[in-house]
């Protein structure tokens, strides 16, 4: 089964029906386009204008098809679904458009704009690690039952919400897409912000791979006292293959068939996950 088919069947679960852009379209009613303000829960921080301007273009030609889904908020209309759309059709010149009115609470609006803009891959990483957060946080709920709602695994829950752990300079660098998710998280096995941020520099000047920078960041992170037990070859190989099964930071220290292996957590949750995938066989 593809992400994208369990990513559709959790949006499903949101909704109690399915919103089907076949809807005759006299069984929707319009709004003045003046009466709706943005969702104050969007996940989507930056929108791509070139695409704005396109879809604008598209919509003075076809007119805006597919309605998008408000709840009322103080006698204006929130969006829940399409701030995009909404957008567009300011810069066509629309004065009104189609709208799905429905009743939501404030979580249950941040679950349906994190999925649907989540279905259309419309959020870069930090985006999507802050909307986990803020309905971890605001639901109190833990990453197990969030992955049940939206289709994904919780341990890329974990793993994306570890982004936010970065300094601001190299989470700004992760939103633009000039290091990459990979990239940021062979950089989150360094210690320190500092260490961090130089090897961004790094990576940016010498256009490193993944594998690159999660050597760096292993040297880094290796005490000087145990580089002596870095004998064997295979040691860099078996760190990988924890990193991997666990979701983060893994050294494996050994010298005459003596040693240990350190798995670092960095919140309760993420302790149970990896006891978890230790004690299961």
Do not use: C, W
């Amino acid at each position: 089964m593809t992400a994208k088919k369990v990513l559709g069947k959790g949006l499903d679960a949101l909704f109690s029906e399915r919103i089907e852009v076949e809807e005759a379209a006299e069984k929707i009613p319009s709004i003045s386009i003046d009466d709706i303000i943005p969702n104050r829960f969007q996940p989507r921080k930056i929108i791509d204008e070139d695409r704005i301007d396109e879809l604008a273009s598209s919509i003075k030609e076809n007119g805006l098809i597919q309605p998008i889904v408000v709840r009322k908020m103080d006698g204006k209309y929130e969006i829940i679904v399409g701030e995009r759309r909404v957008r567009a059709a300011k810069k066509a010149g629309l004065k009104e458009i189609p709208a799905l009115i429905k009743e939501y609470s404030d979580i249950r609006a941040l679950e349906i704009a994190l999925i649907e803009n989540l279905q259309r891959e419309d959020l870069n990483p930090i985006e999507e690690a802050l909307a986990y957060k803020m309905i971890i946080e605001r639901e109190m709920i833990t990453q197990e039952e969030l992955s049940k709602k939206i289709g994904k695994s919780r341990s890329y829950i974990a793993n994306m919400m570890r982004l936010l752990e970065l300094p601001e300079s190299v989470k700004e660098h992760v939103s633009r897409g000039t290091i990459s998710v990979g990239q940021a998280k062979a950089i989150l096995a360094v210690s320190d912000h500092k260490s961090q941020e130089e090897l961004v520099k790094k990576i940016l000047a010498e256009q490193l791979s993944v594998r690159e920078v999660e050597k760096i960041a292993r040297r880094k992170n290796v005490p000087r006292e145990t580089k002596e037990y870095r004998k064997d070859p295979h040691l860099d190989e078996i760190e990988d293959q924890l990193r991997t099964r666990f979701g983060t930071k893994v050294v494996v220290e050994y010298r005459s068939g003596r040693g240990t292996i350190k798995v670092e957590f960095y919140s309760r949750e993420e302790f149970e996950r990896i006891l978890d995938q230790m004690l299961s066989r």
